[in-house]
T-cell receptor, first 113, second 111 residues
Framework: DGGITQSPKYLFRKEGQNVTLSCEQN?????MYWYRQDPGQGLRLIYY???????QKGDIAEGYSVSREKKESFPLTVTSAQKNPTAFYLC????????????FGSGTQLSVL | QQQVKQSPQSLIVQKGGISIINCAYE??????FPWYQQFPGKGPALLIA?????SEKKEGRFTISFNKSAKQFSLHIMDSQPGDSATYFC??????????FGKGTMLLVSP
C-alpha cells in the first residue's frame, strides 16, 4: 500500500532531551512537509523539503531541525530549544506536478514528561 | 496577506441538516482552495478542492461555493450524518507555494 508512515504514534520527551520523529513515504513524492497541530491553532508549517539534500524553514522552525538524505525519508528532531513541544505532529508529502494534492501521515503525539 | 480565516470554530448540526463552514482570504494570487477532513488521532485527508475559475464544485454531499469578488469560499455538507463529525480545514495556495491552512472547524452531527 502506498502512503506515509509516521512513527512512533506517541512520544514522550524529558526536559532537555532531543527527540526525533520519523516520516517515511513510498509515494515517490519529491516534496515533504512537517506541520505542528495545536488545538484551535490549525496546521502550522515547521519545515519543508522539495528535493533531496535541501529544505526550507516554515513559519515556526525555531527549536526544530530536519534532514533529507533520502527521497523517501524526512525525519524531524525536536530539540531542547523548543520550550513548548507538546503537540500533534503531522508529516505530509506531495508530488511536484501542478494540482498534486497533499497526503498526510497519521501523526505523532509528542508530550513532555 | 497569507492568512486564511475560518469560521465558525465549532458547529453542531442535527442529522440530516446542512453544515456550512466559511473561509475568507486576502491574497488574490491564491489559485487553489482545498478542504481537508480530519478524524481524531488521524491525519487530514483531502475532501474536495476548487480553483477560482469556477463558482461551485460538488462531490456527493459535499459542495464548495466560491465567491472570487468577496474573496470567500465555503463548504456545504448536505444531509449531514454522524459519520461526518470531524474537524474540517480550509486552505489556499498560489502555484507551487505551500498551503496556508485555516484554524479548523470542529463539526458534531447529533443523531
Amino acid at each position: 500500500d502506498g502512503g506515509i508512515t509516521q512513527s512512533p504514534k506517541y512520544l514522550f520527551r524529558k526536559e532537555g532531551q532531543n527527540v526525533t520523529l520519523s516520516c517515511e513515504q513510498n509515494l515517490n513524492h519529491d516534496a515533504m512537509y512537517w506541520y505542528r497541530q495545536d488545538p484551535g491553532q490549525g496546521l502550522r508549517l515547521i519545515y519543508y523539503s522539495q528535493i533531496v539534500n535541501d529544505f526550507q524553514k516554515g513559519d515556526i522552525a525555531e527549536g526544530y531541525s530536519v534532514s533529507r538524505e533520502k527521497k523517501e525519508s524526512f525525519p524531524l528532531t525536536v530539540t531542547s530549544a523548543q520550550k513548548n513541544p507538546t503537540a500533534f505532529y503531522l508529516c505530509a508529502s506531495q508530488g511536484t506536478s501542478v494540482g498534486e494534492k497533499l497526503f498526510f501521515g497519521s501523526g505523532t503525539q509528542l508530550s513532555v514528561l | 496577506q497569507q492568512q486564511v480565516k475560518q469560521s465558525p470554530q465549532s458547529l453542531i448540526v442535527q442529522k440530516g441538516g446542512i453544515s456550512i463552514i466559511n473561509c475568507a482570504y486576502e491574497n488574490t494570487a491564491f489559485d487553489y482552495f482545498p478542504w481537508y477532513q480530519q478524524f481524531p488521532g488521524k491525519g487530514p485527508a483531502l475532501l474536495i478542492a476548487i480553483r477560482p475559475d469556477v463558482s461551485e464544485k460538488k462531490e456527493g454531499r459535499f459542495t464548495i461555493s466560491f465567491n472570487k469578488s468577496a474573496k470567500q469560499f465555503s463548504l456545504h455538507i448536505m444531509d449531514s450524518q454522524p459519520g461526518d463529525s470531524a474537524t474540517y480545514f480550509c486552505a489556499a495556495r498560489t502555484g507551487y507555494s505551500t498551503l496556508t491552512f485555516g484554524k479548523g472547524t470542529m463539526l458534531l452531527v447529533s443523531p
